[in-house]
């Protein structure tokens, strides 16, 4: 599918974001604004508006895309494993819960809640993954937490490397979508890529593709939104 972001404007754009993030000074609207250099890394995401989509009677679509570079490397994991995939854990300074970890948590919503908050994934051996509804109950899956599979021959590395770089897509009741593409540490060209990727798959899982999607903003964290597609 072509890409209809105007590179001019993605790119003045993402310039402008990364050099406000940096404390300089950018022209929005017209007028000159003076960013403030933060003491964490801010996230850069994009926001898109959907038109011509009814959320309640238009299909509703779901999906998951793997960007090249990692969005966000800051996220916390927790491994769910066997003997060996929590000695594995230790090893690359993972944190890691066995069976008997889980057991004590007994089901309490509140225990479990806690655990869903202090960590952003999760993942799980293949003998644990079939456990944890029993084990925990509904609550890694109400907060959205539910974990990936990790199979006895993946590298744990790898596999939550991938994890931090997908991105999901899902429609709600509400015509707006946020993802982080990237953050303000990356190379500038790695989040040009990241955003035109990101872009185009959201189009792709659209029925009328890029005539669906109004508006896409770039923004950091705490910086001004700065519109790229009109």
């Not at 793997?66 to 800051?74: A, C, D, G, Q």
């Not at 655990?115 to 509804?133: E, G, T, V």
């Not at 994890?163 to 982080?180: D, G, H, R």
Request: one cysteine or more.
């Amino acid at each position: 599918m072509s890409n209809k972001l105007n590179s001019a404007i993605l790119d003045k754009a993402v310039t402008d974001i990364i050099a406000y993030a940096a404390g300089e000074s950018i022209t929005k609207g017209g007028e000159e604004v003076t960013g403030k250099k933060r003491n964490f890394t801010e996230t850069v995401e994009i926001q898109i508006t959907l038109k011509n989509y009814d959320p309640v009677r238009d299909k509703r679509f779901s999906g998951t895309f793997k960007l090249p570079t990692v969005p966000r490397p800051n996220l916390k994991c927790c491994m769910l494993g066997n003997a060996a995939h929590c000695e594995q854990a230790d090893r690359i300074g993972i944190d890691h819960m066995s069976v008997e970890d889980l057991k004590k948590l007994n089901k309490n919503k509140k225990l479990v809640k806690k655990l869903a908050k202090r960590y952003d994934f999760f993942l799980a051996s293949d003998n644990m993954i079939k456990q944890i509804p029993r084990l925990c109950g509904p609550g890694l899956t109400k907060a959205g937490k539910f974990p990936t599979l990790l199979a006895a021959s993946d590298d744990m590395q790898d596999k939550i490397n991938e994890v931090k770089s997908t991105i999901k897509f899902q429609m709600k009741k509400v015509m707006c979508l946020n993802v982080a593409v990237g953050n303000v540490s990356m190379e500038k060209k790695e989040i040009l890529v990241n955003i035109q990727l990101a872009s185009n798959f959201l189009a792709s899982l659209l029925k009328k593709q890029w005539q669906n999607i109004g508006q896409i903003y770039v923004k950091t964290t705490m910086g001004p939104s700065i519109q790229i597609f009109f």
